[in-house]
T-cell receptor, first 113, second 113 residues
């Protein structure tokens, strides 16, 4: 089976812009979770979608949003980008809503200038 | 109360030695404790995990020791190899929790050849 794919792998934006990141889960996986990874804060949970519904949300401002499509593919959007949003954004998929079977993608490296 | 404290930040071990990484948590509602391994340019990969009903779990050269009363758990890598050089994250989660999973800040492990 193909793994979790994320596009694009690298992205450079400027402050105030918005960005959309995409995640394609492993075939058959219905849950997609998003994480932000930075050197200072480490790995932080953003949100989880299961069957097109947001199931859980981490402690991030409303500028961070996401959605999931009927084919389980997911997108996350960050509006009004700030310098502090520069990070590796990771997506993980699992068959059900649970962290014990999740598989991570390689991430999208976002740089905000 | 939601933190997971991981130590050390970095670790250097001779080939063939034992690598030990420690984590401590505060919230007794956590019921799943995974360890992830991350290589540069890759997403984290689940290495081994434990639930609080057992005190130890072993998979090959990797062992988790869990001390429920002390609210601590550790990863032991026996016969450490240069290929084990990576960043290791401990994590904790609770069923139905809003912050789905909490990660430690990570330990950069380097195995000397």
């Amino acid at each position: 089976k193909a793994g979790v794919t994320q596009t694009p792998r690298y992205l450079i934006k400027t402050r105030g812009q918005q960005v959309t990141l995409s995640c394609s889960p492993i075939s058959g996986h219905r849950s997609v979770s998003w994480y932000q990874q930075t050197p200072g804060q480490g790995l932080q949970f953003l949100f989880e979608y299961f069957s097109e519904t947001q199931r859980n949300k981490g402690n991030f401002p409303g500028r961070f949003s996401g959605r999931q499509f009927s084919n389980s593919r997911s997108e996350m959007n960050v509006s009004t980008l700030e310098l502090g949003d520069s990070a590796l954004y990771l997506c993980a998929s699992s068959t059900t809503s649970g962290v014990d079977t999740q598989y991570f993608g390689p991430g999208t490296r976002l740089t905000v200038l | 109360q939601q933190q997971v404290k991981q130590s050390p930040q970095s670790l250097i071990v001779q080939k063939g030695g034992i690598s030990i990484i420690n984590c401590a948590y505060e919230n007794t509602a956590f019921d799943y404790f995974p360890w992830y391994q991350q290589f540069p340019g890759k997403g984290p990969a689940l290495l081994i995990a434990i639930r609080p009903d057992v005190s130890e779990k072993k998979e090959g050269r990797f062992t988790i020791s869990f001390n429920k009363s002390a609210k601590q758990f550790s990863l032991h890598i026996m016969d450490s190899q240069p290929g084990d050089s990576a960043t290791y994250f401990c994590a904790a989660s609770m069923s139905g929790g809003d912050d789905k999973i909490i990660f430690g800040k990570g330990t950069r492990l380097h195995i000397l050849p």
